[in-house]
Each structure stands twice: as structure tokens, then as C-alpha cells.
């Protein structure tokens, strides 16, 4: 079983920042915070991860609670291109594949 | 970042017969994944595969069923056995640069069973 909780679905307008929550309450101390998206008829692609920290890059940003039990993927910016579904997978290491919940469908709305 | 091609990128197939996949990265990477979607659903991983050593395979997942090769550190090959319409999915491969990064998926083929 996946080892997040995510919303089924969320809306945001095209322009605003969209605000993804994970809810990761068992993470262990090696884990990583891991977001994909995938586009309609296309592999996953790769967001953003961290540890514990904050992160940010050309993409998105990642906001890891103290705790670590919560994060939130913000797209500062959304276009309609970002409409997708959003994985949050917590993962330790590269050497075990992924386990993908349900993710968060996001649709952008003009 | 890892560029993945996979072959062939759709195909309609008998039942009955087998489908066998290729998988080709950019560059030399040790592990790789094997993922199936169906309809609707989330990703799920078949097996990893590595390069001289038999691929792990994950519950519910047999290797008479998902034959996979890896002869060398850029490709590798997973074949969808004996196929009913249950197996009427897509198909993905994946790999990482190593550990504690970012993984990266093919295009992934879609593979409709008749």
C-alpha cells in the first residue's frame, strides 16, 4: 500500500498558485519526499524531492512540515499545461522501484 | 536527466500470444523498473531488473508470465506472456542515476489485448 494520502481531485485557476497537500504520517528518518506528475498519455515526470528541507526549483516548490508527516507541492503559477495527476511518493534510496497511490488530479481552469 | 525509449509505443495483439517490449536508456544506469497501469488505475511495479542477476519480481507478478531481460547497462526487454485482455495495459520502464534521485520513465506502450 501506498504509504501517502492525497486528494482525489482539486481545481485551481490558471494564473493562481496551485496548493498540493501529502499526507506522509509514517515516513521513516532515511525517507525522501518525492513528487511526480503524469500527463495524459504520458509517463511520469519528475517534479521535485527533499528530505526535510524546503525546496524550490524552475518547476515547483516543496514545503516539508517539522514534523514531516505533511508536505505541500505549490506550482506558483499554474497554466493550463499543468493540468495532470500529481503523485506524492515517499521513497528511501534508488534502489527499490516506486509505490504510486491514486494521486491528486489537478485540473487548471481558464 | 535519462532519456528512455520504449518500443513499440502502442499495439493491438490476439489473445493468446506474447508481446515483448524493449526498454532503451541514453546512458549506462543499474537499475531498471518495470511498471504496468491499467485503465484508470495508478502505476504499479512488475520487477527490477538488473544487469546480470535474475529480475526481482514484486507479489503478484511471475516470471512466467513477465519474462525480462537485461543483457547490458542501457536496455532491457520485458515480455507480456500467453496474453488475456486482463493484461490490456500500459506499459512502462524506469530508472534512476542512483540513490536518492529522481527517477525517470518511458513513454510507456499501450498494449491492447483482442
Known amino acids: 500500500d501506498a504509504k501517502t494520502t492525497q486528494p482525489p481531485s482539486m481545481d485551481c485557476a490558471e494564473g493562481r498558485a496551485a496548493n498540493l497537500p501529502c499526507n506522509h504520517s509514517?515516513?521513516?528518518?532515511?525517507?525522501?519526499v518525492y513528487w511526480y506528475r503524469q500527463i495524459h498519455s504520458q509517463g511520469p515526470q519528475y517534479i521535485i524531492h527533499?528530505?526535510?528541507n524546503n525546496e524550490t526549483n524552475e518547476m515547483a516548490s516543496l514545503i516539508i512540515t517539522e514534523d514531516r508527516k505533511s508536505s505541500t507541492l505549490i506550482l506558483p503559477h499554474a497554466t493550463l499545461r499543468d493540468t495532470a495527476v500529481y503523485y506524492c511518493?515517499?521513497?528511501?534510496?534508488?534502489?527499490?522501484?516506486?509505490?504510486f497511490g491514486k494521486g491528486t488530479h489537478l485540473i487548471i481552469q481558464p | 536527466s535519462a532519456v528512455i525509449s520504449q518500443k513499440p509505443s502502442r499495439d493491438i495483439c490476439q489473445r493468446g500470444t506474447s508481446l515483448t517490449i524493449q526498454c532503451q536508456v541514453d546512458?549506462?544506469?543499474?537499475?531498471m523498473f518495470w511498471y504496468r497501469q491499467q485503465p484508470g488505475q495508478s502505476l504499479t511495479l512488475i520487477a527490477t531488473?538488473?544487469?546480470?542477476?535474475?529480475?526481482?519480481?514484486e507479489s503478484g507478478f511471475v516470471i512466467d508470465k513477465f519474462p525480462i531481460s537485461r543483457p547490458n547497462l542501457t536496455f532491457s526487454t520485458l515480455t507480456v506472456s500467453n496474453m488475456s485482455p486482463e493484461d490490456s495495459s500500459i506499459y512502462l520502464c524506469?530508472?534512476?542515476?542512483?540513490?536518492?534521485?529522481?527517477?525517470?520513465f518511458g513513454q510507456g506502450t499501450r498494449l491492447t489485448v483482442v
Open positions: 531488473a538488473n544487469q546480470g542477476s535474475e529480475a526481482t519480481y
Open positions: 524506469s530508472t534512476s542515476r542512483g540513490v536518492n534521485t529522481e527517477a525517470f
Open positions: 509514517t515516513i521513516s528518518g532515511n525517507e525522501y
Open positions: 511518493i515517499v521513497a528511501g534510496g534508488g534502489a527499490d522501484g516506486l509505490t
Open positions: 527533499g528530505l526535510k
Open positions: 546512458s549506462q544506469v543499474t537499475m
